[in-house]
Nanobody, 121 residues
Framework: HVQLVESGGGSVQPGGSLTLSCAAS????????MGWFRQPAGKEREAVATIDSDYTTSYAHSVKGRFTISKDNAKNTVSLEMTSLIPDDTAVYYC????????????????WGQGTQVTVS
């Protein structure tokens, strides 16, 4: 079965940077969609960034210009470089995958990692 394993979370001061990584097994990044989502405490899960099979990217308005999503098809990994972090970026960050072009809804992603905490304070 598909497994997604995130790494790279932690605590950082405002203005700092972190890079999250997600390694996928039994999933082909070159033909599907991968993305990063986050869920602040007490709030709904929201999309942060997605990257399609053709490398088309999409970002939430709140992170545009600060976060960069990338993938390595050979390694089946997707990364999220986060810079200029602010306290509102504090959340559990999840990697997700979908076996096709990136869907519109968060709920359409069928494969999820366990999440990694990012705290900005």
């Amino acid at each position: 079965h598909v497994q997604l394993v995130e790494s790279g979370g932690g605590s950082v001061q405002p203005g700092g940077s972190l890079t999250l990584s997600c390694a996928a097994s039994k999933f082909t990044a070159s033909t599907g969609c991968m993305g990063w989502f986050r869920q602040p405490a007490g709030k709904e899960r929201e999309a942060v960034a997605t990257i399609d099979s053709d490398y088309t990217t999409s970002y939430a308005h709140s992170v545009k210009g600060r976060f960069t999503i990338s993938k390595d098809n050979a390694k089946n990994t997707v990364s999220l470089e986060m810079t200029s972090l602010i306290p509102d970026d504090t959340a559990v960050y999840y990697c997700a995958a979908y076996g096709g072009s990136c869907p519109r809804r968060v709920s359409d992603f069928g494969y999820w990692g366990q999440g990694t905490q990012v705290t900005v304070s």
